[in-house]
């Protein structure tokens, strides 16, 4: 009755730290045939925001697709619970959390956002005026969660700035603490801070063990950290940073298929108990993670495949951290040399990124309002084949501003969001050089064309 | 094609649905699906087994995965340009194809969702800000049925009990002889729901079908009565509706309906459509994952939930190539389906001495079959433990309800099982199920024999 069972599906003998043989490492080709389906003709240098999964993952997927539609009923009482623990193992472990409970999977990081704000939302009923503070830059869907479930439920949001362009931790440190202050002003109590761990737009990795501290120190009630970026691009441990929320989507850099992202919720946090997924099934009440894994008939498989992905990055050299490792030190080469050919700078230093970097774009591109940056990207989507996104950053002190980024034209006041994933090539980012040159030098118009 | 009447929504409505249903060409039937295309279709299921329970996780033909597959292939080519360029077009053309389906007026009105229980969500989440935020009194009553389903009476214990509200059951009789049965059981919980002088009865959840024990419910009379008695809202959970008993939101009337399209329409897993008729209340639903579209409208918010894999959402209109393949499109297929399921469900009810749960016209495509009473069926835990020795040693899947006994009944019967019917199903698997039963019976099986 059961078909043959993929290896690939998990076999008792891969763990998460488990180091390849050092004659079994993915060559060149087979890596090419992992990313196949990639449009051909497109510098995809945009892993940061949809991600990408391999061919073989891809395949342990439709495995596990198949198995339901065989036989659902049996796929339900028999095979769905311990595959989905399993994968819930493999996390635990990734990201040293101590107890399996507090791992729960879920789609994405907008979805974790809804688990944790209502929670906070509700507690608000009894606390009206105290606050919340998050990054002015934090993920539109989170700043909207915080409206659907804080601000209506009666709190004042504080919004920090973050630096940017930014030289050292001490400065977002520095523009924390002063939020943290004004958060706290008039006897207000502080009920959650919502730190990224990497930002959106513009990117940038924020000291969030430091800020968690701070947190601690100064009395906030609850830390929640947005990692959407991090499992895959840096090494989490859970203990060391500290917070009672934290989660990270796997479908961004750590090759899982659309969409799967894990919730991490600290035990010794008192309202863990009082964390429920929106979606209430008949498992309401057994835990967030119970509850998690099911909330009506749909497609669980994108969250059975995390041993099909270890499988895959442990085919590269130093699996995980080799993978993260290298593409840090070639997105900041990339950026170093886009940076150089274009007379402009980074947003960041190096030590501030992990496998994405902001480069300033040329003064020249006039990239003046959000709205240009929307039309750059689709222009270079369209007319160039390079797949990227722009940021827009207003000037802060106005024209004459000292410390305002510049290049030797004018104020650099567009950034480029760099990312670097497996499948990228040199070729990839010199396509992207060529096209910003292209467009400076022979389009006439340059507030026509995009 | 003529049209023809159904009775499956409470009273007589002409089948003259939409035209977007519109009925394939009178042409020879060598156009239309063959016996073996259709083997060839589901292919995918295990053979082994009797698969009389498509009401629980539905099916979808071989077609429609490859159509799937292609989706989930262009996203992933190049997943920025399918993002800005054809999701939201692609969930828009789903949407209008079932505002079609379903009859709404505005394709503002219908929202695409992952499932029945997600629908739920948002419904009551509406229903707990305003208890919350003072619209509601503290007392206030949500009135659903006894047999709600599962999710369904956990969330409105989520948002409605801990919110402050009160909830009133509907009994039910079954076995079910007639809808004046319940219609009459329904007055009789909102007269309770109203009886406390100054409560307001806010919302009334009812199920079209039924999910356990399976029966139709007359949903356009109760919706009448509601109106009639100054009921605020009513929600229809029609998880079983569309593609099983026809769904048509003039003639219905409710302001919420929701319905599965996995589950007897074809679709992968999972999707499900969730209509609002248009009304100024409806500016307060709200997905409850909230992404940058929050405030844009319930169809808007719900199309956008932060990355994920939308491909069965944007396969729905696939659905009808398939279903015009059958004579009588889809319309032909439930109307086959039903025809089926009462003739399986009288065969093994005759073969086995027993009765079914409610006459023909109170269900669609799924009946209850009542087991013989020697099988000593006496509690929820004995129906699960038949089901897994059923599937585990006799290779038949069906879902087993238990049906406790009431005062002074003896020798009833307390198990029925739920057999469905749809368009892969096949003679030879109720069959199977009429002879494993008539084995168990035959060796003196009883469910105490079960080990834990």
Redesign the interface.
Known sequence: ?EKEEDPRNGDDHVTATKKPKLTNFITESELRSEFS???AG?A?I?NG?????PGSV?AAQ?SWQ?R???????F??STLRPNLLRSRALIQTLINAHHIDEVSLV?????A??IVL?QIGRRF?HHRNDTVIMFRCAF??VK??I???VT??GASVVEVDLPFPVSSNAEIIAEFRKGLSSAKSDGRKVRLAIIDHITSMPSVVIPVRELVHICREEGVEQVFVDAAHAIGSVSIDVQQIGADFYVS?L?KWFFA???VAFLYCRKSNPSSSET?H?????E??NGLPVESSW?????YT?QLVVPAIMEFVNQFEGGSEGIMRRNHEEVVRMGKMLAEAWGTSLGSPPEMCASMVMVGLPSKLHVLSDDDATRLR?HL?DKHGV?VPIYYRAPKNGEKGESEPRDDHGLITGYARISHQVYNRIEDYYKFRDAINRIILEETSLQGCF | MATHDHHLNGDTITNSTTNLAKKPKLSPSSTFITASEIQSEFS???P??A?I?NG?????PASI?KAQ?LLQ?Q???????F??NHLRPGILESRTFIKQLINAHHVDEVSIV?????A??IVL?RTA?AF?EGRFDKGDVAIMLHYAY??VK??I???VTRAGGCVIEVQLPFPVNSNDEIVHEFRKALEKGKEHGRRRVRLAVIDHITSMPSVVIPVKELVGICREEGVDQVFVDAAHGIGCTDVDMQDIGADFYTS?L?KWFFC???VAFLYCRKSPSCLDL?H????????NGLAVESAW?????YS?QLVVPKVLEFANRFEGGIDGIKKRNHDNVVEMGQMLAKAWGTNLGCPPEMCATMIMVGLPASLGISSELDTMKLR?HL?DNFGV?VPIYYRVPKDEEVGVITGYARISYQVYNKVEEYTKFRDAVNQLVCDGFTCALLSK
């Open positions: 009755m389906h990639h449009e497109v995809r945009n925001s949809f991600g990408c999964c891809l439709r198949l339901f539609l065989q036989q659902p009923d049996h339900y009482v789609d994405n990081a907008t979805t956002a809804a209502q009923a539109p869907a909207k969660s409206q659907a479930y209506r439920a989507n479908y298929p659309p969409s429920h929106p979606v209430v099934s008949h309401y009440g909330i009506g008939t749909r497609d994108p689709s989507r797949e | 995918h299921h295990d082994s087994i698969r329970n629980s996780f539905g099916c979808c995965v597959q292939l996203f992933l080519r190049q997943p920025d340009h993002y800005f992952d499932n029945a229980t997600t739920a969500a989440q800000w919350a599962g999710a956990k969330s214990e989520a948002y599965n996995h992968p897993p999972s709200h409850p994952v909230v992404s940058h579209e929050y405030g939930i932060g990355t994920r894999d069965a897994t599937r899947e």
